[in-house]
């Protein structure tokens, strides 16, 4: 029989199941996943083959290597750049807050609800490509701008309130 089209093995499930567990993979994480795994075509892994498996066991025990094409390495550190400012704005519109390592992880959950729920991609930020992290840095400047309007028309309108109160 072909590895290929051979199905899961019942000890595969289960080692993957358990590390998705340990892990602690929601199940919409578990499902991008084995969908981005298997270019969309599952997103169980009750519907991947032996080969998907081994390939996921190998990602979630950080035995695999990233395919590399030509300019991967350009691209991962535009990909750097981009996150780096989507992070810089989360703090700046006040989404984001803290410097211990516990803090930094509530904030990258934080951004990966904020992107997967109201994000123009709909996507946690490790799953983006580089357009779609630069859509999404364009929507969080967006919002910075408009925080900024609303902090100046709120200073033009408290100073005008307080000339008003000395007369």
Request: proline residues 2%; contains cysteine.
């Amino acid at each position: 029989m072909d590895y290929k089209s051979k199905t899961i093995t019942p000890a595969q499930l289960k080692k993957i199941q358990t590390m998705f567990t340990r892990i602690g993979f929601e199940k919409e994480d578990k499902m991008n996943l084995i969908g981005r795994l298997t270019d969309g075509r599952a997103t169980s892994t009750k519907d991947i083959t032996f080969d998907e498996a081994a390939r996921l066991i190998n990602h979630l025990t950080g035995k695999s290597e990233p395919q590399r094409t030509s300019g991967w390495r350009e691209n991962q550190e535009e990909a750097r750049k981009v996150v780096s400012c989507i992070y810089r704005i989360a703090y700046d519109i006040g989404m984001c807050y803290g410097d211990t390592p516990e803090d930094k992880l509530m904030n990258c959950a934080k951004i990966n609800r904020f992107c997967r729920e109201r994000g123009t991609v709909k996507k946690n930020i490790s799953q983006m490509t580089l357009q779609e992290l630069r859509k999404t840095r364009r929507q969080f400047e967006s919002i910075l701008r408009k925080s900024l309007d609303n902090s100046v028309k709120q200073l033009i309108k408290n100073t005008i309130n307080q000339k008003v109160t000395l007369k």
